[in-house]
């Protein structure tokens, strides 16, 4: 198993609310990553961040904003959520943001938004 | 467009069958990685395999590279029920991040 946690795991929630998805790891690893899913369906890169103080906009438009004030922590916050936010939200790491290295993923959070 | 694209999208198998994953890109890449998400998980690395390297093995998985028809195949020998997943190839390039595929959900049934 990955060193790698996200919480909550299940969250449901009205329209307009705040929400902060939490990720940590501790392997040290600078690369950190946000992917959304929907069942069934591919991944899609939200947000990535290649260390402290670092935060990048991935391929897929998000409302989403995320933070990365220490090296073990990549948090992704949703200002007001909508039903269009419901998803399955995974994070990810790795050592290097060379290509050669492996993406260990936490367990994800199943997002709905009521 | 996506860069890697699984076939088929779903497969189902006998328990002791063999099951091959095909996943085809568009550009050129440097490697390959393999992975898999169990239902309702994160995904697991399974595999990576360089654009300079044809086959690679791992315990029961066997995967082929052919840059020149940008394609690779993923094959699990004597399949299992815990061998129930989705699977998804994730192609990578210099300076820039994975693209994963759409995956292939296998069932193995006992």
């Known amino acids: 198993e990955a060193d790698i946690y996200q919480t909550p795991r299940y969250l449901v929630i009205g329209t307009g609310k705040k929400i902060t998805l939490e990720c940590s790891q501790t392997?040290?690893?600078?690369?950190m990553y946000w992917y959304q899913q929907d069942p069934g369906m591919e991944l899609h890169l939200i947000h990535y961040?290649?260390?402290?103080?670092?935060?990048e906009k991935g391929d897929l438009s998000s409302e989403s904003t995320v933070s990365r004030i220490r090296t073990e922590h990549f948090p992704l916050t949703l200002e007001s959520a909508r039903p269009s936010h419901t998803s399955q939200y995974l994070c990810?790491?790795?050592?290097?943001?060379?290509?050669?290295?492996?993406?260990?993923f936490g367990p994800g959070t199943r997002l709905t938004v009521t | 467009s996506q860069q890697g694209e699984e076939d088929p999208q779903a497969l189902s198998i006998q328990e002791g069958e063999n099951a091959t994953m095909n996943c085809s890109y568009k550009?050129?890449?440097?490697?390959l990685q393999w992975y898999r998400q169990n239902s309702g998980r994160g995904l697991v690395h399974l595999i990576l395999?360089?654009?300079?390297?044809r086959e690679k093995h791992s315990g029961r998985l066997r995967v082929t590279l052919d840059t020149s028809k940008k394609s690779s195949s993923l094959l699990i020998t004597a399949s299992r029920a815990a061998d129930t997943a989705s699977y998804f190839c994730a192609t990578g390039n210099y300076g820039q991040n994975f693209v994963f595929g759409p995956g292939t959900r296998l069932s193995v049934l006992p």
């Open positions: 961040s290649y260390g402290v103080n670092s935060t």
């Open positions: 550009t050129s890449i440097i490697n």
């Open positions: 395999i360089r654009s300079n390297e």
């Open positions: 990810a790491s790795s050592e290097s943001a060379e290509s050669d290295y492996e993406q260990y």
């Open positions: 392997m040290g690893h600078d690369k």
